[in-house]
């Protein structure tokens, strides 16, 4: 299967106490494609994406950027209900003006992978759990970052 995904999305920021979270607002234009192949037991998937922001205050301007990433994702129907996954995936984005505080232009690349397990009980019924590892490094330092992640979900469909 093959799809391609257009979106145009408005992000806003309650005010709340801080009168200036309004200076994160941005209109966002996000491209995307997806190609995924199923062969015997396997399920093999790329995703590409590209995405442009526009900051809507001029204040504002350094939390805009350009981003854009490749992924892929291997499956495997291991047994009836057990399906095993592995995800890699790579980002990199760039600030569209300097960091106020830094004085300097952001740009980040991020790399990420993904090793878990779906037990499917029934056609309704499924639990997942994964352990994900992100590495993310940005021109300035305190974005910089490891991080190591285990999640479990239980996910009911009717």
Excluded: C
């Excluded at 062969?39 to 504002?60: K, T």
């Amino acid at each position: 299967s093959q799809g391609i995904t257009a979106a145009y999305t408005a992000v806003r920021f309650d005010t709340g106490p801080n009168p200036d979270n309004n200076l994160r607002d941005v209109n966002q234009m996000l491209l995307s494609g997806n190609i995924a192949k199923a062969a015997g037991r396997f399920l093999h998937n790329v995703s590409v994406y590209y995405g442009d922001e526009d900051a809507q205050r001029n204040a504002g301007k350094n939390n805009a950027q350009t981003f854009y990433g490749i992924a892929f994702s291997e499956q495997i129907q291991f047994r009836p209900g057990h399906i095993p996954y592995v995800r890699v995936s790579f980002h990199k984005s760039e600030n569209k003006s300097v960091a106020p505080v830094f004085n300097i232009d952001r740009e980040d690349d991020t790399f990420s992978t993904s090793f878990g397990w779906i037990w499917q009980f029934n056609r309704n019924l499924n639990i997942t759990t994964d352990v994900t590892y992100t590495e993310n490094d940005s021109i300035i330092d305190l974005y910089s970052f490891d991080r190591l992640k285990y999640q479990t979900g239980l996910r009911y469909q009717f």
